[in-house]
Every structure is written in C-alpha cells, then in structure tokens.
C-alpha cells in the first residue's frame, strides 16, 4: 500500500478552503483503514452485490405474474404461483444477506474507530510538550471520542446503503434498457438535474459541517477548561460570567448545528421531488406505449418497480450526503492531527546514557518559544555530581525554561548542554529523560492503587521498596490509614486526598527512581513546614552522589544547595552557596528578605 496523503496542518487562526482535491485525500485516508481488514470488506462487498442482486429479481419476477394474468382467456395459477414462491425466496434470501452486511459493517466500522483512536492517541504520546501548550486538552478529547465516532457512525450505516446503492442503481438501469429502452429516455432529464443539485448543494454543505465541528470542539475546550478551574470560579464570584461565555460558545455551536442541518435538510425533500417528477413522466409515457402495443402491462409495472429502485437509492444518497459531510469532516479534523509532526526522531549515531556519573553543563544557551523572542540568554552554568543546584528568581524569570531544557522538552536554538561531556542532542531522549526523576508542583495521580501510582517511576520494584519510598517521603502512616492501604484505589487524579498528601505520594515516586539526576519545581509547596524539612532532610540523605535541581519560590528551603543560581530576564544574574551571597548586597539577599518582610 502507498503512503498515506497528507492532510496538512491548518495555519493558526485561518479557517483553509474546503477543496475536492482535500475530500479525496480524506477519503484515500479512510480507505486505508478499510484495507486493513480487507478479508472484512470482501465478505462485506459479496454480501452486498449478492443480496441486492437478488433483490433487482422480484420486480422482473413480479412483471412476468401480471403478465400471466392480464391479456390472456385462462389465467395460468401455476404460473402465477411460481413467480410469487421465487419472490419470496429472493426477497427472503436478499434480507438475510442485507442483515449479515449491516452486522458485518458495524464490527467493521468499531475496528476502522479503534484502529484510527489507537493511531491517534498514540501520536499524542510522540508530540512534543510544545503542541500541547499551544492546543485546547478539551478540543483534542473531542477529536478523539467525537469526531471519530462520527467517523464509525458513517462507515456502519452510510456506507452499506452507498455500496448498495450504486449496485441497486447500475443493475436496475441495465434492467429498465432490458425492459424498454424509450422509457428510460425519461431520465436524461431527472438524472443530471439530481447530480448538479447535489453537486451544488455538496460545495455548500462542506464547510458549513466543518464549521460545526469546529465550534463543537472550541465548545468542548471550554467546558474542560472552566470545570476544571471550578474552585477558582467560585473563590470570586465568577459564575454569571462564566455562563455568560459559556451562552456565547453555546450559541455558537448551536447556530453551526442548524445551519449545516438546516442546509443539509433540503437534500431530501428536493431529490423527492425530481423522483417523482421522473415517476410520472413514466407512467405517461408508458401509458402511451401499451395503448400502442408497444409494451405489456406487467413490464411497465416491473419498469416502475425498477425506477422506484433506481431513484431510491438516490434520493437516500442526497439524505446521507450530509451526514457524510460531516464524517469526512471529522476526518480531516483527526487526520489534521495525525499529520502533527512529531517530536524529531534520535541522530543516528545518538548514545545511550549509562553509568551516569550527573555532570551537567550548559554552554552559551539561548532559547524562546517564540523565534521572535528570546526568553533565556547566553546562559551557561555547571553541576557537579551528586550536587544540589537550586534556581531561584522572580516570576517568569525563566526557572522552568531551564528545566524544559535539560529534560529536552523544548530544543535550544544556539549554544550546547552536555550530560557527562555528551550533547544532549547526541543523546537518545529516552535515555535523557530515563536520567531525570521529576517531582512538579502541579502533581499528577492516575486511577489505579497507591502502590501503582508510587511505582510508576518502576514497576518492577518490590512491596519492600514502595513502602521504604513512602517512608522516607514520610506518607506510609497516611496510607496505612486508608481503607485498603496500598491497594486503595485513586482515582480522578486523587481527589479524595488533600494536594499535600498528593504531593507526598509524587515525591515517594521520586524517591523510588533510580534516575542518577532529580528535578524538583517547587517540589514541596503543598506541605506544612515540618513535614517539609523532614523530605528535605531525608531527600538529601536518599539523593547521595545524585544531582539535583531545585526550583522554589520560598528560599529558605534551599540554604543547603551547593550552588543557587539567581535568574532574572533569562540571565543569570547571581551564583554562590547561600552564605556566600547572603555575605554582600546581592540581589538574592533582597528576595530572601523580602519573604520575611
């Protein structure tokens, strides 16, 4: 199979032009996914021309029993009987057939959507933390759970009726040309009036489906964003407020809803229209030819049957169009995000990193998330190993820049960090990242049990091991007080315990890493004091001949640091142990008096 095309990314803040050239790249997409399962799509393509093959046989069958009956002295009942018992049989038989097909369809359209949610969550896992900054979290569970949902609703249902169609339409022309040719001399009026109406209605429908999903999403993203800031919204009175944006987000997406339904619905009733139209040019037209002897009554009876069959299936096309819209639609909008590129594969020759002695050294780095705007200047420092490095400085002074950058989160656009002499760039990131343990202010717990969330940093340690980290992070009593101590189970992010007890829970994760190098971001913000000076007492005995970097805001925690680094504006501005810059006018002096001031 070729690669797939390309869907592209969309330009911040653009809304691209919906093209022909961009539904088939969607549709070559889909078409991939089908393949995979393509001893599914066989059966489901045998059942389908089968079971409407054998259809397209009762009209004829019906055609031929009026026939039996009307013109002749005697009526032939036996005749008359067998045509009746075969329309059965093939109608019967067609059922069972068009039965199978929809429950084939459906498992095929459940593996297409797990195959497709499998592809994109695990495109999540290999983008850079960059494109998350920069995304709605709400907008992105959207396109996985909604828009692929859509996606399967289609595949299920409007794809069975569009293979059907086009047998039912192509074997019931070729039946009708059979039957007589100057009646379906009606449909070179009907036939391209429903294309160019469906054409036209097709390029109008498009964007406004693409306009719903959109608005649904930025719906979504708000919704995720406010319930999840709650306690904030409440602290200050914020509510009318925030229903009165969430009204305006609402209304949006409620007026995409009707515009793209109410366009879509004319569809339906319009192919009506010029089905009917073609019906009744038919029966004039063949009331006029069996008065001239040109045709039996029972072939313009299996004719009209015919017809009914071949304008059916487009009248239920230009219903389904729109919701093939959308689902083509949904697509782009997932296979927009598949084509993210993800983060840069490893240089060739990259290294792995062991026997980790933790010198690290940055040399003249410059970075920003912007290319416009530099955020860390020149900036160069050294760790030695198995010391404490703690950076401190006001507010957007770049503290967490630096973590982002020794953890390869982000590249650095000039100068070089080195771990052991290595260039991080020469280094594979899973080693890189395998090298850090990380404890983060905002902390993060997953559903499951204490003891799994403890382990995650090491899933192979031993019960012995998990209870020593929960000790010295001084959270075992804590848990041996809940109902099922370690196999309590957490769940949405650990919301029954308190952010402090959370926070002890991520530092025995820490703790039970055997990474040679720890960050710590304001590591212990959510712990009293004592309990603080405890992890900091028992974390300088656990990370013996370990480096580590701490970033804190309150600086009486890092007196002990081997070197603090003061960072302001993106520059070092300041470097020593604690007595050392305590010793003159420095500004480190003036930010750790201002806390007690």
């Not at 459906?106 to 797990?114: F, N, P, T």
């Not at 569970?141 to 595949?155: A, C, E, K, P, Q």
């Not at 192509?170 to 160019?196: D, N, Q």
Request: with cysteine; net charge neutral.
């Amino acid at each position: 199979m070729a690669a797939p095309v390309k869907i592209g990314k969309m330009p911040a803040g653009e809304k691209e032009p919906v093209s022909l050239k961009r539904q088939k790249a969607v549709l070559k997409r889909l078409w991939k996914y089908l393949y995979r399962f393509k001893g599914t799509l066989i059966l489901a393509t045998f059942l389908a021309i089968t079971g409407n093959l054998l259809a397209l046989v009762g009209p004829k069958l019906s055609g031929n029993a009026i026939n039996a009956i009307v013109g002749k002295d005697k009526v032939d009942f036996t005749a008359v009987s067998l045509y009746c018992i075969l329309m059965l049989i093939f109608y019967l038989v067609s059922a069972g057939f068009s039965f199978v097909l929809n429950i084939i369809m459906i498992r095929l359209g459940r593996k297409v959507a797990m195959a497709m949610r499998k592809d994109l969550f695990d495109h999540f896992t290999r983008l850079p933390v960059g494109f998350f900054d920069k995304h709605q979290i709400g907008d992105l569970i959207n396109r996985i759970s909604y828009d692929i949902d859509t996606v399967n609703t289609s595949l299920s249902t409007d794809f069975v009726q569009i293979c059907s169609s086009v047998i039912t339409v192509l074997g019931s022309l070729i039946m009708m040309i059979v039957i007589s040719p100057a009646l379906v001399s009606v449909f070179i009026i009907t036939i391209p009036l429903s294309f160019l109406f469906t054409g036209y209605m097709s390029k109008r429908v498009r964007p406004l489906f693409r306009d719903r999903n959109e608005k649904l999403g930025e719906l979504n993203g708000y919704v995720e964003e406010i319930l999840s800031g709650q306690k904030t919204v409440k602290a200050y009175n914020r509510e009318e407020e925030m229903c009165a944006r969430f009204d305006e987000h609402n209304e949006k997406a409620v007026q995409s809803y009707f515009k793209a339904d109410y366009y879509g619905s004319f569809m339906g009733p319009s192919m009506n229209l010029i089905n009917n139209l073609s019906l009744a040019l038919v029966s004039v037209l063949g009331a006029l030819l069996f008065f001239g002897g040109k045709i039996l009554l029972g072939d313009i009876s299996s004719f009209v049957l015919y017809s009914r069959r071949f304008s059916g299936p487009i009248n239920e096309f230009a219903n389904i169009i729109s919701e093939l819209q959308s689902a083509t639609t949904a697509a782009e909008r997932v296979f927009r995000l598949i084509d993210e590129e993800p983060e840069p594969k490893d240089s060739e020759n990259a290294v792995e990193l062991t026997d980790i002695d933790g010198l690290v050294e940055l040399k003249n780095v410059s970075f920003g998330y912007d290319k416009e705007r530099t955020i860390i200047h020149d900036l160069s420092f050294k760790a030695d190993p198995g010391s404490v490095v703690a950076i401190v400085g006001p507010t957007g002074a770049g503290k967490t820049t630096i973590i982002n950058l020794l953890m390869r989160f982000y590249d650095i656009d000039s100068g070089e960090i080195l771990i052991d002499g290595h260039p991080i760039k020469d280094i594979s990131r899973a080693s890189l990242r395998g090298a850090y343990s990380m404890v983060l202010q905002d902390t993060w717990l997953f559903h499951g049990t204490v003891r799994d969330n403890i382990a995650y940093s090491r899933t192979d340690a031993t019960d012995e091991e998990i209870i020593a980290a929960a000790k010295a992070a001084h959270i075992h009593s804590f848990i041996e007080k809940l109902p099922e101590g370690y196999d309590t189970i957490l769940s949405d992010d650990g919301t029954t315990i308190s952010k402090g007890q959370k926070q002890l829970l991520t530092i025995a994760r820490a703790m039970l890493s055997k990474a040679q190098m720890l960050i710590l971001d304001e590591a212990t913000s959510n712990v009293d004091s004592r309990t603080e000076k405890l992890i900091q007492s028992a974390m300088r005995n656990l990370m013996k001949d370990k480096t580590c970097f701490v970033i804190a805001h309150r600086l009486s925690t890092i007196q002990n640091a081997d070197n603090i680094l003061v960072v302001k504006d993106g520059d070092i501005v300041e470097q020593g142990n604690h007595n050392t810059l305590m010793s003159y006018d420095s500004y480190y002096k003036a930010l750790y008096n201002a806390q007690f001031d």
